[in-house]
């Protein structure tokens, strides 16, 4: 059988399981509605764990066809072309995790102070002259602290890091996992 036929055939059987599901699920609302509440609940509960399956093994497949079309576009020496309605092109995404996100925080508060025009003020006791970033040092770090102790960091703006700390590189900073992909979507005409 070739690919075309295949692909035909594929698009026919998605349609008829979409019908099939759809079917279950107006059947379960009927049932549901007639009383067979019970029933219809433990139904509802195995027809969402088919459904959670048929999803990850979708993910499964896409995750092993898209790759394969990015082989061909590299071979093809593309990035991005068109099929009629469709535009194809290949994207390049970072994936960050485990941020550092204690010297982040700090990084960012002392850019922030950096920018402020630096003031001395005379201490009465001593007489001496002491800047004012050592004056709100303890209070920024005491909210650093707090921040840190209240706030789930999962991740940071990347382009916002890279204009509030000039030569920063963000990947530094975190694990970094890149994937290349072929975003399928609709020519704008």
């Known amino acids: 059988m070739a690919l075309d036929e295949r692909i035909l055939e594929i698009e026919e059987q998605a349609r008829d399981l979409g019908l099939l599901l759809n079917d279950a699920i107006r059947e379960a ?21 088919v459904i959670k399956t048929l999803k ?25 072309f068109e099929r009629g309605a ?12 485990n941020w550092q996100n204690k010297v982040l925080i700090r990084a960012v508060v002392n850019t922030a102070l950096d920018e402020i025009a630096q003031r001395e003020y005379l201490d009465q006791e001593t007489g001496e002259f002491v800047s004012e970033r050592a004056i709100v040092a303890p209070w920024m770090d005491a909210v650093v602290e707090r921040l840190l102790a209240c706030a789930a ?35 704008h005409r």
């Open 153 to 187: 960091f999962r991740d940071w703006r990347v382009t916002a890091l890279r204009a509030h700390i000039p030569g920063v590189d963000p990947d530094s900073f975190c694990d970094v996992k890149r994937s290349v992909k072929a975003v399928v979507g609709r020519t």
């Open 29 to 49: 609302q009927e049932t549901a509605e007639d009383g067979g509440l019970s029933e219809t609940a433990d139904q509802m509960v195995d027809l969402l764990e």
């Open 86 to 97: 469709l535009t194809v092109e290949k994207r390049v995404s970072n994936y960050r995790t």
């Open 56 to 80: 990850s093994n979708i993910r499964d497949i896409d995750n092993e066809a898209n790759p394969t079309l990015v082989t061909i576009m590299d071979r093809m020496n593309t990035r991005k």
